[in-house]
Structure formats: C-alpha cells, structure tokens
C-alpha cells in the first residue's frame, strides 16, 4: 500500500510539470513592412497589429519598441539622406502613451501587456499599437525610411525573461509638392489664393502698385511669368490702339514680357519652409503719352514647375 501511494504521487509530480515543459510564448503573425504615404495637411496614421501565440502554463507578458536609428524614444526620426521627418509610436489613437524600450525603464503604460490562461493547446491574441508621423512636415521629396524592433517578454517589468523579437521596417513617401499663392503684400501662404487685382485708379506715369507671389515647394522649381499684352495695358475697346506701357519687377529682377510665351524669371533648388518663400512683386506705369481716356487692363500669369 505504501509503494502504491509513492507511485501515484509519483506520476502526478510528472504530470504536473507537462505544461512547464513545453510552455510556449511568441510573435506568430507579424507584417514587417509598413508602407506609408505622407499627406502636407494631414501627416501619416496607421494602426499596426501583431498577434502573440501562447501554449503552456499560465503566464503574464509585455511588448517593447525599439527607438531605431534615432538613439532615443523621444524623437524617433526617419531619414532620406541628409533630411529627416519625425514620427513617434503610440498605445492607441489617443496618441497619449509612448511606447517605449525596456531600457528606457518604462512604466506599465509605455509598454503593452497582457496574460494567458493555462493551456494545454495553442491560444492567440492580437495587440494594436499606432504608428504617427505628424502633418507640416515639409522637406524633401522622395522615400524616408527606419527600422524597429518590437520584443516580445514574458512575465512583467520586474521580472522577466524576452521570449522573441521582430523588426519593423518602417517607409514614408514624402510627394512632390509644388504650390504657388498671389497674395497681397503680408498676408500668409494660402493655396487658394491664385489672383491679385492691381487697380491703379487714375493712371499717372510712375505710378506702383505692389503684390507677392509665395511659393512652397520641396523640390527644384522655376516660375515663368507671361503677359497676355507683351507688357502694356490695352483699352477695353478693342478699336482704340492706345496702349499704357508698364515694367514688373519680380524679387527685384526686371520681368521680360516682350515675348510672346512665358519666359523664366527665378528659379530654385531648395526646401522652402512651410509657410513659403515670398517673392515681391511691383508694377509701375510707365509714360503713355497723350492715350485715350477709357479703362485699360492687362491679364499676367505666372507659373511655377518643376526642374
């Protein structure tokens, strides 16, 4: 009787380490590649999900997230060459709680964490996490890039032990953007703002009236300039042949508007800031002799394109 005991209780010791034995945690569903494109207005948003596979003794775990190439949790950044963009990780869309890297000691709210229940077959949970990068960043054009790494532990902040880690590579395309607003002189940058009218009233020779052109662009542009009237005001009745002869000084260049397509006045290779790159612009009268009374106009247009 004494040996049947020993042998039972022999076999429940046995029986209670299966689970310990062959206790399973990992990252099983994993998208490696995020692929973003960057809107001016609205930045880049994603929510971004990966699911844990457990198997085994009950147990507690928690994700990590790596800075990447920025060496630093607080201003992860992703890089075209020399030029860079922010963009930071998050818990959820609140974009409230930064996740964080185990070593940058985090608190429970800068990791995320869950548990699984003893099981003697395979369980899954999926975990969502947001990746940002905010809007008005303007820099250049083309593909920003980072990685990361999201490791997964079991057990908590304490104690613990990594269990499997994967990296995310992280892509931003940055569009072309080339944007030009006529505006009065000092008012911002407005996309909407295509057309100045410069009322000269009473026209008198040395008369000026002023305007900006405002151009934001993260790519290489010129901007052309071309006057339906090869620079003169006409009369509004087409029999009268009088005509009123002006100059346009754009950023303080003289505007040829002789010809009869539009010729390049400035051109230019930089970023410009996201409030834009002013260009003054002044028309003033110059002598028209003894011309017809009557109202005299004339249409100019300018243009901004890419290199």
Do not use: C
Not at 22 to 49: H, K, M, P, W
Not at 109 to 123: D, H, P, T
Not at 160 to 188: C, D, F, R
Not at 192 to 216: D, K, P, W
Request: no cysteine; proline share 3%.
């Amino acid at each position: 009787m004494k040996r049947t005991v020993i042998f039972l209780l022999l076999i429940l010791i046995v029986l209670n380490n299966v689970y310990s034995a062959n206790t399973s945690l990992r990252i099983s569903s994993f998208t490696r590649n995020i692929n973003l494109n960057y809107d001016l207005s609205g930045g880049a948003e994603i929510v971004q999900t990966l699911t844990v596979k457990h198997k085994g003794d009950a147990l507690e775990y928690f994700v990590t997230f790596a800075y990447g190439q920025s060496g630093q949790w607080s201003n992860r950044i992703i890089t075209n060459g020399g030029t860079s963009l922010n963009y930071q990780i998050y818990r959820d869309n609140t974009k409230i709680d930064i996740l964080k890297d185990l070593a940058d000691s985090p608190s429970s709210n800068e990791v995320i964490r869950g548990s699984f229940a003893q099981s003697g077959s395979f369980q899954f949970t999926t975990i969502s996490y947001t990746v940002y990068i905010p809007a008005e960043q303007f820099d250049l054009a083309g593909i920003y890039s980072d990685t990361f790494d999201v490791t997964l532990y079991s057990g908590n902040l304490s104690s613990y032990i990594q269990k499997n880690s994967k990296t995310h590579s992280l892509k931003v395309t940055m569009p072309a953007s080339l944007e030009l607003s006529m505006t009065q002189s000092g008012n911002p940058f407005n996309d909407a703002a295509t057309a100045v009218n410069m009322n000269f009233g009473v026209l008198y020779a040395g008369s000026v009236r002023s305007a900006e052109a405002i151009v934001r662009t993260n790519s290489p542009y010129s901007v052309l300039i071309f006057s339906d009237n090869q620079g003169n005001l006409m009369h509004s009745d087409s029999t009268v042949s009088d005509k009123v002869p002006y100059t346009l000084s754009f950023n303080g260049t003289l505007a040829d508007l002789r010809g009869s397509t539009p010729s390049q006045i400035i051109s230019g290779a930089s970023v410009t800031p996201w409030e834009g790159t002013r260009y003054p612009l002044e028309v003033t009268i110059e002598d028209f002799g003894m011309a017809s009374e009557g109202s005299y106009s004339d249409s100019i247009t300018i243009t901004i394109q890419a290199q």
